[in-house]
């Protein structure tokens, strides 16, 4: 079993949704928009973005192979950036699959057509059957707001990599971002859905205001047996999440600390489950019927035997 971490997080969160509308006799619902606030004091702190970006399309398609078939599209206008500066590449979209035994499951879009999109690491079962999708743009560091960012002094690191520690950026200022050397701009570079990031701030507290689209449907992250930590959470930006909205608790054989959201350095709880089973303990190995994580807070999670998955539910979800 991987050794219990201790980093320390605080978030406060305001929630605001709006809008449903009606038309010709049948209920139509609008996208619904959010918007909170996170308040990061110095130190470190983890914090799970809880929004998406809006859609840029929607359908369904037969898949054959890593390709989706679609319409309507304008070609090539979802392949990944070319900075050309010597800094890494990232995709700049990415769809969602949004029914069926894959809700939740998201997957890079590596170019498209006018009728098609060849997406990165479909799995095979899908292959030849009709999936319901949407494609969003992905959320980047150039997204954070940087309103009261104070310059120079945020290191930001992405975990979730089994290949690397970690990936650390460095804020400068007008909300750029570069990577740890301090050499290339990576505004571009993504955070995934569902995605933990660890900010370190050595200056004085501020806040930072995220807005965007609550998630209606599924989010699925993977969680890495390799990599050093997996910081991940619920896209929910409300102010708790109860265990009823985790589709499945933990995957098999997985460790997730809930991390304090008073600075304090603590693991408030650590979850657990057996061997081949997703059934959720606590520490000590007593049976856990009710869990709340504060809203985009981040839990410290470990794949202790194999890579796995957590599926989290929309906020929305009863």
Known sequence: MKSTIKISVFISVVFSV??????NAQTVSTPIVGFSKVTVPAGTRGVVPGFVKSAKYSGSGLVSGQLIAASGLTANTLAPTQV????????????????GPYEGYSFDVLSNTTSSVTALGLPSSVNASTINYVIRPHLTLGDIDSANLPDGNIVLNIYNDPNKPANTFLYDSAGNWYDGSGTYLMNHAVIYPGTGVSLYNSSSTFTINFTGQVKTTKTVVPVYYQATYNLVGPMNPSASTTLSQWAAPLPPDTIANILSPSGDNQVLLTLLTDTGSTALYDGSGNPISSVNVQGQNALLMGAMTSDGYVTFNSPLSP
Do not use: K, N
């Not at 709006?18 to 038309?23: P, Q, V, Y």
């Not at 050309?84 to 029914?99: K, Q």
């Open 18 to 23: 709006w809008a449903l509308c009606s038309a």
């Open 84 to 99: 050309g500066t010597g800094a890494p590449d990232f995709p700049t979209h990415y769809i969602e699959i949004v029914s």
